[in-house]
């Protein structure tokens, strides 16, 4: 079956700074969309990211990623950490050519420092 | 724009004791889930449905029933309720064709 692998369950990094998250995945599809949700305290997940082409950077808000079939990633990554980016982030994949599953990586949490 | 409406938001039961979860969308979305979010964990499906009165189970499935008996509410079960079962409980709905998960806030669930 799918499946999504997040080695980090918490990154720290100083305001400024840059940061990556890992993202890898197996799945047994050939068409599959992949996705970042973030998960800000007592707030529910909501998208961040989603991308179906590969080797094409998507970014939104300051965050970037690019989907690399031959590694199976799609890593997360911003250049200038903020305060505000401390949150719970979430890798996932979907198969939206014929089934409806979601796989969710493990998570990891972000913790931005002044 | 739309909302997803989980109640409640706060769950407590007894250990053993039926327990259930509902959750609301107007945004209209075919295809709805219940997610167990336990930290370190992730999201683990426990059931989804594609569309009114369809039931799938997911890879969690075990200890719960689902309902799905209107095109906007998709219910959760808990047959009986187990200490180790506490967590955040989340629905989700989407349309069948487009991608993106829409979330609702979660009910958490706490066994005595």
């Known amino acids: 079956g799918d499946s999504v692998t997040q080695t980090e369950g918490l990154v720290t990094v100083t305001e400024g700074l840059p940061v990556k998250l890992n993202c890898t995945y197996q799945?047994?599809?050939?068409?599959?969309?992949f996705f970042w949700y973030v998960q800000y305290l007592n707030e529910a997940p909501q998208v961040l990211l989603k991308?179906?082409?590969?080797?094409k950077r998507t970014e939104h808000q300051g965050f970037h990623a690019t989907l690399h079939k031959s590694s199976s990633s799609f890593h997360l990554q911003k250049s200038s950490a903020q305060l505000s980016d401390s949150a719970l982030y979430y890798c996932a994949l979907s198969d939206w050519t014929g089934g409806y599953k979601v796989v969710f990586g493990s998570g990891t949490r972000l913790l931005v420092s002044p | 724009g739309g909302i997803i409406t989980q109640t409640p938001k706060f769950l407590i039961g007894q250990e053993g004791q039926k327990l259930t979860l509902k959750c609301q969308q107007n945004?209209?979305?075919?295809?709805m889930y219940w997610y167990r979010q336990d930290s370190g964990k992730g999201l683990r499906l426990i059931y989804y449905s594609i569309t009114e009165n369809d039931l799938q189970k997911g890879d969690l499935s075990e200890g719960y029933d689902a309902s799905r008996e209107k095109k906007s509410s998709f219910s959760l079960t808990v047959t009986s309720a187990q200490k180790n079962e506490m967590a955040v409980f989340l629905c989700a709905s989407r349309t069948a064709s487009a991608e993106t998960l829409y979330f609702g806030s979660g009910t958490r669930l706490t066994v005595l």
């Open positions: 991308s179906s082409t590969d080797n």
């Open positions: 799945t047994t599809y050939l068409t599959i969309a």
């Open positions: 945004f209209n979305h075919d295809t």
